[in-house]
């Protein structure tokens, strides 16, 4: 059975690159019926928010990613590690390192000073010598001296390092006895059943160290797909400013979760020309050796894009629901339907559909000034005034009234559209552009018309 895990570290918040890791592994589970675990990598108790672990429990839920069974704590695991350095000391696989850090760090400043790849120099390793009485001692893995680490990466290929230009004898437990990450996450892999592990290319480094602790311990090696990174559109690293916050901040800026994920999985991956994903699509058609080989670029346009079309396909009552966590509640305006029609193929994300009906709701209380500069002289507030006149007079009642008496005002006046509407949105909602006048003029009816033009004239006569 294929098993996937994501182990975020709850030292940060949970952000786009890490939600990326998490869907692919969570669709190759469920392509295959297998099962997709969320192991919270919490063995760095100094670094370690509970805030940051909260927030990315709450991410996960709200994305709608569901783990197969409990999350997994590695700070409740420690006995387990335990267990196992003691093995590896026990079978002579491992053993206790007493160089001090300032002699370490001496070592690696002489070999930066040869121009030497910086690491430990195997001096404890078959140590005979007088065991020094003032050093704690961590806890060192034999690693193979002056062979290969070999293993075939999903999307990479095939890889063979050379052991004496990626490995030490790296630490396995530090001097207080905690477990380091790359000890644990092998034990937890191994133990837990993760067959096919897919993550980002930064852990690169990892494989070959976290393959010698499988090797030691007689573990299964489970198949590896590492993910190229996810650049911003110059093609740099991601930057906050790009995009690589908090996954709930997406939330907050209103967009959905089915949005995000449909970006999330186009970023590096695709099939043919095909756009928009429903989770059924994703979860039958993604395979991670399909992953491009080089990295991705966010682009916040696409993922507007992605955003509006799932926000056009919602239905009423789900938009209604939606927008009520971003302070909007229509459930009691009899005109609901057309506002929430009228806006839906203008706007990106919830906030500002939300944003967009407030100013049509609410009476503006400042008018854009190039909008004015451009729209707004002693012509077009005559023609204002003559129309707020006979709106008055002829009190339409249905949409199809006052579309129809707004065409016998442009007629009985000899006036286009352009003449009229982009003034009259001016007056009504702060700003020339918005849907269309005739919705917005019934929408409002007839006293708020006259109302809000009282407050427009007073403002412009001052």
């Known amino acids: 059975m294929i098993k996937t895990r994501f182990a975020p570290s709850p030292t940060g918040y949970l952000h786009i690159g890490g939600l990326r890791t998490a869907l692919y592994s969570y669709l190759w589970a469920k392509k295959n019926n297998g099962q997709f675990l969320l192991r919270i990598e919490d063995t760095d108790l100094k670094r370690n928010s509970k805030l940051a672990c909260d927030e990315i429990i709450k991410a996960f839920n709200w994305v709608g990613i569901e783990n197969a069974d409990e999350v997994y704590f590695q700070s409740k695991r420690f006995d387990i590690y335990k267990e196992y350095i003691q093995q590896l000391l026990d079978e002579d696989k491992a053993y206790y390192c007493y160089m001090s850090k300032n002699e370490l760090e001496e070592l690696r ?75 644990v996450v092998a034990i937890d892999d191994a133990l837990m059943g993760i067959t096919d592990v897919i993550r980002g290319e930064d852990h690169l480094s990892n494989t070959s160290k976290q393959i010698v602790i499988y090797n030691a311990l007689d573990f299964d090696i ?27 901040k997406y939330k907050e800026a209103g967009y959905l979760p089915e949005a995000l994920l449909n970006f999330l999985v186009r970023l590096g991956w695709s099939h043919g020309d095909q756009e928009l994903f429903s989770m059924q699509e994703m979860i039958e058609l993604f395979n991670p050796n399909d992953i491009n080989k080089s990295a991705s670029a966010y682009n916040t346009s ?14 009423e009552n789900n938009l209604l629901e939606l927008l009520k966590e971003f302070d909007l509640d229509l459930s009691s305006n009899k005109n609901k339907s057309l506002i929430l029609e009228l806006f839906k193929s203008r706007v990106n994300t919830l906030k500002e559909f939300s944003e967009e009906i407030h100013k049509l709701l609410n009476a503006p209380n400042s ?5 004015i500069k451009k729209h707004i002289n002693e012509d077009s507030i005559k023609v204002l005034k003559s129309f707020i006149e006979f709106f008055n007079i002829e009190r339409p009642n249905t949409l199809e009234d006052y579309e129809t008496k707004f065409k016998e ?27 269309s006048i005739s919705s917005v003029l019934y929408i409002l009816g007839t006293d708020e018309i006259i109302k809000r033009s009282e407050k427009f004239f007073t403002f412009m006569e001052n």
Do not use: C
């Open 409 to 435: 005002f442009l007629k009985t006046n000899d006036l286009k559209m352009g003449k009229v509407a982009p003034a009259l949105r001016i007056l009504l909602l702060g700003d020339h552009n918005s849907p």
């Open 367 to 371: 008018y854009n000034d190039e909008s």
């Open 302 to 315: 696409k993922l507007d894009w992605i955003n509006s079309e799932y926000i056009k396909s919602l239905p």
């Open 222 to 248: 489970p198949n590896f797909f590492h993910i190229p990174m996810i650049n911003n559109e110059a093609g740099k690293k991601l930057s906050k400013r790009d995009g690589a916050v908090n996954v709930m």
């Open 109 to 183: 400043e002489t070999q930066r000073q040869n121009k030497q790849r910086t690491k430990y120099n195997r001096k404890y390793r078959d140590y005979e010598g007088k065991i020094p009485s003032d050093v704690k001692p961590v806890v060192r893995i034999k690693a193979p001296i002056d062979s290969y680490i070999e293993f075939n990466d999903g999307i990479k290929g095939n890889m063979r390092l050379y052991t004496e230009d990626v490995l030490d004898d790296f630490i396995i437990a530090r001097d207080d006895g905690t477990p380091t990450y790359n000890f």
